[in-house]
């Protein structure tokens, strides 16, 4: 799915953390599939492989979803009008830029007359995801993520939105790595806990997350979708984790 990053020719105008880019990156997978209506139930299938009736975790989809509509991005298409409009003059150069939302879609509920309570909601793709259309133009790279990837850690971890990022963060790296031979296969904690705002958790809280994270690797291994990790240390602390592809 495509990068959501913020770089020096995409600027985002409200940080996202990583579930927020997990969302993106199923609703981009939704309208590459022709899907152009959707629910929260919808996207969580598409995110996990599971359905689910869990209200909490249909509302902050939910949430998520409405926060990426009212997200400003701006983009830098220089690379793009270079290609079109070859030999121009560097005295010719101009900045073109784009701006829009990260998704345009419009919110229906049907809410109940006597309590006034939403009894279901779902969404309407307005148009294509933004950085969906910069990618088909060129300017960027698409990574694709197999879907055993995301599948399979379910059976040892939760879903719950921090495990899913971490699965998305994971995979999207691993995917890269499988690319990009001359890529690192080390990845540090603190960029897993950076990525996904966990920096500001309690010691007790990191020392989960690092368990769910073995957790997901070891899913993987008995998949053989990667061979081994190995965890670093530095001194007497974990420092990263050696992926073995």
Known sequence: PPEITSSENIKIENPLDEYDREIMNA???????????????NVHLTMTGTKTTDRKKLDEISARIQ????????????????????????EDKINTIWES????????????????Q???????????????TVCKLGSYHITTVPIRLISAP?????????NTALINFLASRISMMRNEPKLSRDILFETIFTENNLL???????????????????????????????PNYKGKSYHSITIVL
């Open 27 to 41: 609703l981009h997978t939704m309208w590459e599939d022709g899907i152009r209506r959707f629910t929260p139930q």
């Open 67 to 90: 926060k990426l509509d009212q997200t400003r991005v701006s983009i830098q298409l220089n690379e793009l009008f270079e290609k079109v409009y070859k030999n121009v003059k560097e």
């Open 101 to 116: 939302r990260i998704i345009n879609v419009d919110r229906i509920r049907w809410v109940d007359e006597h309590n006034k």
């Open 118 to 132: 939403t009894i279901q909601e779902g969404f309407v793709f307005l148009k294509e995801p933004t950085l969906t």
């Open 154 to 162: 379910r059976k040892k971890v939760s879903l719950t939105p921090i």
């Open 200 to 230: 500001g958790k309690s010691r007790a809280e990191l020392v989960r997350v690092r368990k769910n994270i073995f957790s997901i690797l070891d899913a993987w291994k008995e998949e053989e979708q990667i061979k081994d990790y190995k």
